[in-house]
């Protein structure tokens, strides 16, 4: 089993940045990738970018890129999510999970952390 945690969440004004981090313990050797999702009040839960455990390949969804980067270090088992230029439709709680390949589901979440953008 992965448990995943996030940090780094908090209330930015529009235009700012802010990085959010997910460390995984626990079976992290059985890591196939890590995504980022989010899910805002009232809509569903939304893919925000991944990236694969073991050559760090990268996928995003058009509306985070170029704002938006995914990186990781394995030596810290961590993945962090930067965000810059942040806008109001941003706000949602985060949440990162894993897969164990990819033909299987993410099935390890964590907790989430909630970033709020002001405008």
């Known amino acids: 089993q992965v448990q995943l945690v996030e940090s780094g969440g908090g209330l930015v004004q529009a235009g700012g940045s802010l990085t959010l981090s997910c460390a995984a313990s626990?079976?992290?050797?059985?890591?196939?990738?890590v995504a980022w999702f989010r899910q805002a009040p009232r809509k569903g839960r939304e893919f925000v970018n991944s990236?694969?455990?073991?050559?760090?390949?990268?996928d995003y969804a058009d509306s985070v890129k170029g704002r938006f980067t995914i990186f990781r270090d394995n030596a810290k088992n961590t993945v962090y999510l930067q965000m810059n230029s942040l806008k109001p439709e941003d706000t949602a709680r985060y949440y990162c999970?894993?897969?164990?390949?990819?033909?299987?589901?993410?099935?390890?979440w964590g907790q989430g952390t909630q970033v709020t953008v002001s405008s």
């Open positions: 990236i694969t455990w073991s050559d760090g390949k990268t």
């Open positions: 626990g079976r992290t050797f059985s890591i196939y990738a």
């Open positions: 999970a894993a897969r164990k390949s990819i033909i299987r589901e993410y099935d390890s």
